[in-house]
Nanobody, 120 residues
Framework: QVQLVESGGGLAQPGGSLRLSCAASGFTFSSSAMRWYRQAPGKERELVAAVSSGSGVTNYENSVKGRFTISRDNAKNTVYLQMNSLKPEDTAVYYC?????????????WGQGTQVTVSS
């Protein structure tokens, strides 16, 4: 029943912009911390950005600070990642993640990922 569906990936030129969306269902979105991860071929998965549930506090990986913005719309059960000033090193599969609580404890949910390619 739980689903996280990413969209908005694709090809962009260096300096360009993309906006990723993640539509969530099957759990209480408003009480869940939401995160974006990315993984490039041959590299470790890394946390890109996160937004908390109640307060909406955000944090970012250093290399994307000032360029990427994470936001959430609880009425739409959707989290976004606005990516500006894109660089080739941003090329990766981007994954949506939810950290939340069930009756048994905490759990992580993952989307299937969306490809972002930055190239001239």
């Amino acid at each position: 029943q739980v689903q996280l569906v990413e969209s908005g990936g694709g090809l962009a030129q260096p300096g360009g912009s993309l906006r990723l969306s993640c539509a969530a269902s099957g759990f209480t979105f408003s009480s869940s911390a939401m995160r974006w991860y990315r993984q490039a071929p041959g590299k470790e998965r890394e946390l890109v950005a996160a937004v908390s549930s109640g307060s909406g506090v955000t944090n970012y990986e250093n290399s994307v600070k000032g360029r990427f913005t994470i936001s959430r719309d609880n009425a739409k059960n959707t989290v976004y990642l606005q990516m500006n000033s894109l660089k080739p090193e941003d090329t990766a599969v981007y994954y949506c993640n939810a950290y939340t609580w069930t009756g048994r404890g905490s759990v992580n949910y993952w989307g299937q990922g969306t490809q972002v390619t930055v190239s001239s």
